[in-house]
């Protein structure tokens, strides 16, 4: 274990995401021994479980509007309240997950605080490089804060090579793919609770996101209406955001409305892939998709979209099918041949689970980070992760089942 530090995590406390890995990653380094301070708008909402977390802090950053401000400073917020933080808590580094404005906060505080030398550790997570960060408002500072970061990682190759095209290939960004807690997310043969939505000869597909244009949750609707038509079939929405009432009203153009559970924001979520026998995910990206490898942790199959970070955590005809976005026909197909063939749904399962073990466990992925924290304040080059692990979980699979 590397020696015991004071981390300070800078992340937005929102339901799902960036904000989910870096609550993860906090217990964990708090688990170890590390003092875990997290700085944020609101307290990140796994942490509300009203359990006391042995090492972990919270700061909030308040919120303050001036007469001859047009609107909250929550980035320049932020950066003051690193300032104070890192004094009275003299922390180490600060890990700063998303680019805008965290990141830029980081690096604002760090200049504020010279001639200390603090370390800030950036973690681009997606929708920070491809829509906010690469916006003409934000680019030049977004820029800025990447090359002055002290290590950037990137949450899978994909969105590592999104951001070299968009910023340039200047600065280092290293990969640190995101983890799943395999005991939180586990297997379970009996569930209670499955009759309150489906008969036992239905089988149960799930979809879980924060409901914005980028998860297509009109392509679940669509698919879903194909696939009841030969799988008997009931559809699990979990989440909230922009799409949800353009979804209920499909649902009820398309007459799947009596199959369909708009469950809302759900906090134990564990619980409803423990009884999915499908994941459908079908974003037109996703830098990751922390909720497919949840999904494989529990050993449920997923159906997802090629061409983005999806690829990295679901292997096309192993643990679950690809196929491209906006294809209904071709997701509702493959979601038809995973529930309609139990051995094939076996091994999925069985598959996914073994991959979310090998390659994507909190402990395993805990390991390179407090590496390259390591790394960063004995000012060395970061190790690069081992590529042989992943090769080696590719490998471990079975022929894939594509037919
Ligand atoms: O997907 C979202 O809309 C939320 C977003 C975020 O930044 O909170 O998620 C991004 O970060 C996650 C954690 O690293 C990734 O698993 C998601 O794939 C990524 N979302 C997109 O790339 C669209």
Same mark, same amino acid.
């Given at each position: 274990m *590397? ?6 995590i800078?992340c937005y ?5 960036s904000?989910?890995v870096?609550? @993860? ?10 003092k ?5 708008n609101q ?8 359990? +006391?977390?042995?090492?972990i802090? +919270?700061h ?27 004094? %009275?808590?003299?922390?180490?580094l !600060?890990h700063a ?5 965290h990141?830029?906060?980081?690096? !604002?505080?760090?200049?504020?605080l010279?001639?200390r030398n603090? =370390?800030i ?26 090359? $002055? *970061?002290?290590a ?5 190759t ?8 968009t910023?340039g290939? *200047? ?6 793919h995101?983890?799943?807690?395999? =005991?939180?997310f586990?297997p ?7 009759? $309150? +939505?489906?008969?036992?000869? @239905?089988? !149960?597909?799930?979809?879980l ?5 980028? =998860? ?7 698919s879903?209406?194909l ?14 955001g922009p799409e949800? @009432?353009k979804?209920l ?8 409305m ?6 809302? =924001?759900?906090?134990?979520?564990e619980n ?6 499908? /994941? /459908?995910?079908?974003? *037109? ?5 922390v909720?497919?490898?949840?999904a494989?942790?529990?050993?449920v ?8 970070g ?7 005809g #192993? ?5 491209? #976005? ?11 041949d995973i529930?309609?063939?139990s051995? /094939?749904?076996e ?12 390659c994507f466990?909190s402990?395993?992925?805990?390991k390179?980070?407090? %590496?390259?924290y %390591?790394?960063?304040?004995? @000012?060395?080059?970061?190790?690069e992760?081992d590529?042989?692990v992943a ?5 471990e699979s079975?022929?894939?089942k $594509?037919?």
């Amino acid at each position: 274990m *590397s020696a015991q530090k004071r981390i300070g995590i800078v992340c937005y406390a929102t339901y799902g995401g960036s904000g989910v890995v870096a609550t @993860e990653l906090g217990r964990e380094l708090a688990r170890v021994g590390h003092k875990v301070h997290f700085i944020s708008n609101q307290m990140p909402f796994r942490l509300e479980t009203g359990e +006391f977390y042995e090492n972990i802090y +919270f700061h909030e950053v308040a919120g303050m509007v001036y007469d001859a401000m047009p609107a909250r400073s929550y980035g320049l917020e932020m950066a003051s309240k690193i300032v104070q933080i890192v004094d %009275d808590e003299k922390l180490d580094l !600060i890990h700063a997950h998303y680019a805008v404005p965290h990141a830029i906060s980081g690096i !604002i505080a760090k200049q504020v605080l010279r001639p200390r030398n603090l =370390k800030i550790v950036t973690t681009l997570h997606g929708t920070d490089i491809t829509l906010v960060g690469s916006a003409p408002a934000y680019y030049p500072l977004t820029q800025w804060a990447i090359q $002055n *970061s002290d290590a950037v990682t990137a949450v899978s190759t994909w969105l590592r090579d999104e951001t070299y095209r968009t910023f340039g290939d *200047s600065k280092k960004v290293m990969v640190i793919h995101n983890s799943v807690d395999t =005991k939180r997310f586990s297997p379970r043969s009996t569930c209670d609770y499955r009759c $309150n +939505f489906a008969k036992p000869e @239905e089988r !149960i597909i799930l979809h879980l996101s924060n409901f914005r244009p980028v =998860k297509r949750v009109a392509d679940v609707i669509r698919s879903f209406a194909l696939i009841r038509k030969k799988v008997p079939s009931k559809l699990l929405l979990i989440g909230d955001g922009p799409e949800r @009432e353009k979804t209920l009203e499909l649902a009820r153009e398309l007459g799947v409305m009596d199959a369909t559970y708009f469950l809302g =924001k759900q906090a134990m979520i564990e619980n409803y892939f423990a009884i999915a026998d499908l /994941l /459908l995910f079908p974003s *037109s990206y996703e830098s990751f998709g922390v909720a497919a490898l949840e999904a494989m942790s529990s050993g449920v199959p997923v159906v997802a979209t090629l061409g983005s970070g999806l690829s990295e955590v679901v292997m096309d005809g #192993v643990t679950g099918y690809l196929r491209p #976005v906006g294809d209904i026909e071709a997701l509702a197909a493959a979601s038809i041949d995973i529930l309609s063939d139990s051995k /094939l749904h076996e091994s999925m399962g069985t598959d996914g689970r073994k991959r979310a073990t090998c390659c994507f466990e909190s402990t395993r992925i805990l390991k390179l980070y407090e %590496d390259l924290y %390591d790394d960063v304040l004995a @000012e060395r080059e970061p190790r690069e992760p081992d590529p042989c692990v992943a090769h080696l979980c590719a490998t471990e699979s079975k022929t894939p089942k $594509n037919r």
